[in-house]
């Protein structure tokens, strides 16, 4: 059985950089806690890779649920990670000091779950559509599942704008689709279908039910946090959910992506993933 390619660990040493430029004061609290999980993880996996990701064979045949729980916050090698951080790290900022932190703790853990039913779900489903079984040995690892769902919040909660994907500019609203279609055609190594569950995750979450039973079971802890959550950096300021804040998002987003849009990241991600037969990478 391979052993994951870690090579020199520069994704990590990048990602630690590209946390100290956007200082560890100014990053909300799920979203550093998240970040450090990850690295943790990366660097003291529970274990080996082909024991944690997700698929229908391993999943829901062998009854190995923990599966779900793991493979979301372990990764294929370095560069896997740093990118998924990376774009992490400016969806934390936005969504966590919008949402608030108890609010946005829930999303993560629901998500990081959701996205894996719904990738077996969708996997289950092509395996009987195609009559083919090699649906359900499709196993992912990795958390850009749950930064598509991330994105469709954010394209949620930030309407409007375009952006540019291969040059070509595209209304915010459908940018995580063209995405979609694009990283699976230039990188087939990655996970259509996991990338695919995240959006529809998301699309739960905005458009169907998935907020208000994700409410009505957090109840008061959830309403509580968005309406007050404070948060400080380390200028010293507090906010509250306010236009001062969205205009420091907006002047200081090179911070958290070294300079790069999250469409550049994402094609960069795709020059550099990790590729291996067998195995889709989140």
Not at 20 to 27: C, E, R, S
Not at 101 to 129: H, N, P
Request: with cysteine; net charge positive; hydrophobic share 40%.
């Amino acid at each position: 059985m391979q052993r994951r390619a870690r090579g020199s660990n520069l994704g990590l040493v990048l990602l630690l950089s590209q946390i100290y430029q956007a200082g560890f004061n100014n990053i909300p609290p799920v979203t550093l806690a998240t970040l450090g999980l990850n690295v943790f993880l990366f660097l003291k996996p529970l274990k080996h890779l082909m024991k944690v990701c997700i698929s229908v064979n391993e999943s829901y045949y062998r009854q190995d649920w923990q599966r779900l729980l793991l493979s979301p916050f372990h990764h294929a090698d370095d560069l896997h990670l740093y990118f998924n951080m990376v774009s992490m790290l400016w969806k934390g900022i936005k969504l966590e000091r919008e949402l608030g932190s108890a609010q946005f703790a829930c999303i993560i853990a629901v998500f990081s779950q959701l996205v894996g039913i719904m990738y077996l779900l969708l996997e289950m489903v092509l395996t009987e559509i195609n009559d083919d079984h090699s649906y359900s040995m499709q196993c992912a690892v990795g958390f850009s599942g749950v930064l598509f769902a991330l994105k469709v919040l954010n394209n949620h909660y930030h309407p409007g704008g375009t952006s540019y994907v291969m040059g070509i500019a595209v209304s915010n609203r459908y940018t995580c689709w063209v995405e979609l279609v694009l990283i699976h055609v230039l990188s087939p190594g990655t996970s259509f279908v996991g990338h695919l569950s995240g959006i529809l995750v998301g699309l739960l979450y905005t458009k169907g039910p998935l907020k208000k039973i994700m409410e009505a079971s957090g109840g008061v802890l959830l309403h509580g946090s968005s309406s007050g959550q404070t948060f400080y950096n380390n200028a010293g300021y507090s906010d509250h959910r306010n236009h001062h804040y969205r205009q420091n998002t907006q002047r200081d987003f090179s911070l958290y992506t070294g300079g790069l849009s999250e469409e550049e990241q994402y094609q960069r991600a795709i020059r550099n993933s990790f590729h291996e037969r067998g195995r889709r990478w989140n």
